[in-house]
């Protein structure tokens, strides 16, 4: 072959060459899909030269549900106002009021450019009172401790006495009387203790002893000073009874109650006044007196009232009183005026709050017409409760909180109230298991 047809030989195939990878340039067939497999144009992947990089471009249509689910809205959770406090029976609980440190937003100092060190001097950091609570443990005597706000259980004290049934906390929470049964189980044992002194910012991990000593055998009835720097309990001496009052924090004792007639309850609503009510009987008539402590009188208040229970205001002139029927009646000491409240309760199931002119009150939804308190007293009835503010000055009642829609069906039979001393809370012992609540009020 001749130079010449060698190199227009060269020249055809360099065209040829040159159409083929222009035709496969510019055809680019779509993507078949079959099933699940997809058949693509290798030679175009492999040669991109001159493409876009975008792909074809897809559908972002969001398809259509057609299953009917629907999403759920976000739920809040609810801001409950009432609470179990204690994960055990409690005997009894006092409040009083702690102080803590205050809870503040962290602020960095600011530093100079030249040393890097803060220009502020380091201060202490604020603190406030707030509701505190202290309680028995039923089962072994052992206190714990929780601020009212922020419920956190801590065990305070490590002195172990069994079966504790009864117990009063005073001095702003340092001294607790516990009352249980002796190895006997008849003969009633008193133990007044001071707990060991908690100091800011320490926390004694449950190894707080208790010291003291204990009160007279069989002491029959006992009851907390408004300061709680004293108790007053009653005691059988032969064929009468003693009322002794108590200084927690020194021991004295003085007497200034006696009488041939030994079954009352006690109430000491202010220093000027202690009350005592012959215990109830449905079928029984009931009288109520008064003692001033100092001048060791005693002044008959109300009488000849079957069943009757009473509970004395802070100031000594407003009583709360029952009957065997339940009807909840309020007299004025000093007008003799006595209104009935519409509402059938106990008013030991009610708390005074420390200006006398409101008082809270556990109000049975239902009561069958049986012997009260009776009955009540030895368990054969029990009450599913609803908390009633009532307001002494107009006589008006409103319902607070129905325990059951608002802890999603448990039943409240409460016993032992008592608010803290600027009544946003009410604190209460539920008789069915005696296991400790608190009420936010405010």
Known sequence: MSKRNVILLIIILGIIIIGAFGFLYLYQPASKTTGTTSVVNFIANFLPFGKSSSSTPTDTTSPTDVSGYVPSEETTLPNVRLKKVSTFPVAGFGVFMKERFKDVAEVTPPVTTETKIPTTKPVAPPTEFYP???????????IFQTFADKIDERKFSSTIIPKV??????????????????????????????????????????TGEITGSFLPENISDISVSPDTSKVFYLFNIIDNVVGITFTLQSSTKIQVFDSPFTEWLSYWPNNRMITVTTKPSANVPGYMYTINPEKKDFNKVLGAINGLTTLTSPDGKTILYGDNNLSLSVLNIETGVTSLLGLKTLPEKCVWTTTSDTAYCAVPKYSDQIGYPDSWYRGEVSFSDEIWKIDIKNGNTIKIVNPIEEIGGEEVDAIKLAVDENQNYLFFVNKKDSYLWELRLK
């Open 132 to 142: 505190a609570l202290r309680y028995v443990n039923r089962i072994d005597g052992n």
């Open 165 to 206: 049934y009864e117990a009063y906390f005073g001095n702003k929470g340092e001294s607790v009387v516990m009352r249980y049964l002796k190895e006997d189980n008849k003969t009633i044992e008193t133990f007044s203790g001071t707990l060991q002194k908690e100091y800011l910012g320490a926390d004694l991990a449950g």
